[in-house]
């Protein structure tokens, strides 16, 4: 599933900076500018510019490597599942895709969990990821259950 992920994320990659490199009109065309969807409207346009192109990870930014696999903690600091995975939705994270249940593989059961109820830190002097959740396990087992089918199937 990394895998998948990252051939994604390097797809996508490639494909803005093919988009962005363009050749020079020559010296007696005018070129229109490049447009975006400008804020607020979806037909009016605005100039791409340079710095919506690319983008400068912050201190505070975390990497998708750092959350799958990362396992999820109660307040007790008992272990209530994984995260497997990352649902983006519109180039925003809007969900984690985490195993519940089982035992080595077999038996668990994936539900996705809003961004929002998973607490993620760093801890500096540790150099260690954590998650917690403010559930329980036997409420992460009572949720819809999420299946890698269709689209999803690897």
Do not use: C
């Not at 009109?25 to 400008?38: F, I, S, V």
């Not at 008992?78 to 077999?106: Q, W």
């Amino acid at each position: 599933m990394r895998r998948i992920i990252l051939a994604l994320a390097a797809t996508a990659a490639m494909a803005s900076f093919a988009h962005a490199q363009s050749a020079a009109p020559a010296p007696a065309e005018t070129a229109p500018a490049q447009m975006a969807p400008a804020t607020g409207s979806p037909t009016a346009t605005a100039p791409v510019t340079a710095s919506e192109v690319f983008v400068i990870a912050k201190p505070t930014d975390v990497l998708s490597y750092n959350l799958v696999g990362l396992t999820i903690t109660d307040p007790a600091k008992a272990t209530i599942g994984e995260i497997k995975d990352l649902i983006i939705s519109d180039g925003m994270l809007s969900g984690y895709v985490v195993s519940v249940g089982g035992f080595l593989g077999i038996g668990e059961k994936y539900v996705i969990v809003s961004p929002d109820a998973v607490n993620i830190l760093y801890t500096e002097p540790d150099k260690k990821w954590s998650a917690s959740m403010d559930t329980t396990k036997e409420a992460l087992k009572s949720a819809p259950e999420f299946k890698y089918e269709g689209r999803w199937a690897s």
